[in-house]
């Protein structure tokens, strides 16, 4: 008897196939890359309040120089022991700061590079009711965005520790840019925290609305033991759709955050501990790391970010014969910098108990 051919299609897909019988067209690359870099930037918390500066890398390179502006300052004209200079023909009554000698640089390198893997045997696709897209997309994504926050996070806390046991014993180069917003040995936070957090940011010379507090989840909780915080009428409407991923409201008109996955140094260790529940680190030159790390305090422009061309969630794939799997790797290449100084521009404050 002969086989009458089935107009069914088997094992196709890629290319952009647009049969939906494309059995493979769920494993194309291209697709998992989007649905992967959705699903890690929704998880990204301190990656989400990071300047996006991609664009200075799209064409190539690795490396963006970021000038390190003098503040101005502005001098009497008119009315002043100058004006009679104004007038006359040399007119040398104005001086011009000379931006050829600004305070250096920042620099942003792409160096850091991370990836997930898994494979899918056929026995499992052939017996799994799951979609597998939808769940290895999510562990994925999930996956990337947490090792990227822990890189942040570690880049912060090196900023605004002293001697950082896991970093030679090394002093950060923002140590001193502290808020004390509990009590001592305390993870609760107190209204006169609160009120030192506004002080802060306004001697700063700065807005409060360009600050967002990323709290640790213990000092978190503490939040709702003050009824300020628990209303909506001062932390806004219920519905307002949140900005990041860990959004839980507002305080002093300031975007709380809540994150676990600080990154710190105990006490004797050498090695950095990730989303530990008891963050402690030290503010002054000392070496028994006793202080609480309640949070941070993060001015918008404090967190630079270059993602590597092509490189934000790049997926590959291939079959394997040898196990009969599909094997997938997500990479994403990146490089991060800190801005902000110990003193007219502070950008990042360690929160800690008084």
């Not at 049969?19 to 870099?37: C, D, I, S, T, Y």
Request: with cysteine; net charge negative.
């Amino acid at each position: 008897m002969a086989m009458v051919p089935t107009s069914n299609q088997f094992l196709t897909g890629g290319l952009q196939d647009s049969n939906p019988r494309a059995g493979l067209q769920k494993f194309v690359p291209e697709v998992w890359g989007m649905a992967v870099r959705d699903y890690m930037e929704k998880n990204l918390v301190f990656g989400n309040l990071a300047t996006d500066l991609s664009g200075l890398v799209a064409n190539g390179g690795d490396l963006i120089h970021l000038p390190q502006h003098d503040e101005l300052v502005a001098s009497d004209l008119y009315g002043s022991a100058n004006s009679a200079t104004l007038q006359s023909d040399t007119n040398v009554g104005i001086t011009y700061d000379d931006t050829t000698t600004a305070g250096g640089e920042y620099q942003l390198i792409v160096n850091k590079a991370h990836y997930a893997a898994f494979a899918i045997s056929d026995l499992v696709k052939a017996q799994s009711s799951y979609e597998l897209m939808d769940i290895y997309t999510k562990k994925m994504g999930y996956s990337l965005a947490k090792k990227i926050d822990a890189e942040i996070s570690k880049a912060i806390f090196k900023a605004l520790t002293y001697n950082d046991g896991a970093n030679s014993a090394a002093n950060g180069g923002l140590v001193g840019n502290l808020i004390d917003i509990t009590g001592a040995g305390s993870y609760n936070i107190d209204k006169a925290g609160i009120a030192n957090l506004i002080q802060a940011v306004h001697i700063n010379d700065s807005a409060l609305e360009d600050w967002t507090l990323v709290l640790n989840p213990k000092c978190y909780a503490s939040l709702f033991k003050l009824d300020d915080f628990a209303r909506y009428d001062v932390i806004g409407s219920a519905m307002a759709a949140p900005r990041v991923s860990g959004y839980v409201g507002k305080l002093a008109g300031v975007d709380v955050i809540v994150s676990n996955n600080f990154v710190y140094v105990t006490s004797g260790e050498s090695e950095y501990t990730v989303a530990g529940a008891t963050p402690v680190f030290n503010s002054t030159n000392i070496t028994d790391e006793s202080d609480h790390l309640n949070g941070y305090m993060i001015h918008k422009d404090a967190i630079n970010i270059a993602w590597s061309a092509g490189m934000k969630s790049r997926v590959q794939s291939e079959y394997d014969l040898t196990s009969l799997s599909n094997r997938f790797v997500a990479d994403t290449v990146y490089g991060v910098t800190l801005v902000g100084n110990t003193g007219t521009n502070k950008r990042l404050f360690a929160c800690m108990d008084a």
